[in-house]
């Protein structure tokens, strides 16, 4: 009788384990920007469990499509980039 008390709740611990695991949530988002016009496109996303490899893939594939155009994500402007997109006003507040 003790045995299977104890594995019943082994059970209800591992299952509540699982869920909570699996209840991680992420949100991403990234800001490119276009180092001629100074135009700025965002991509985000946002999951839950497999859904966080789904936002993944959306941020992914949303910031490579405008990457095609020419845009560049605010983290990787080349010093020249950054420096005229500042001379001329261009470049977004706080980054």
Do not use: W
Request: proline share 4%; with cysteine; net charge positive.
């Amino acid at each position: 009788m003790a045995n299977s008390s104890f594995a019943r709740c082994v059970g209800v611990y591992s299952m509540v384990g699982s869920f909570l695991a699996l209840a991680a949530c992420a949100s991403q988002s990234i800001t490119l920007i276009d180092p001629q016009s100074g135009a700025t496109a965002h991509c985000n996303a946002s999951g839950f469990a497999i859904g966080i490899s789904v936002a993944n893939g959306i941020i992914g594939g949303c910031s490579r499509a405008y990457e095609r155009r020419g845009y560049v994500p605010l983290d990787r402007l080349q010093p020249d980039e950054r420096a005229s997109l500042e001379r001329r006003g261009l470049l977004p507040e706080n980054k």
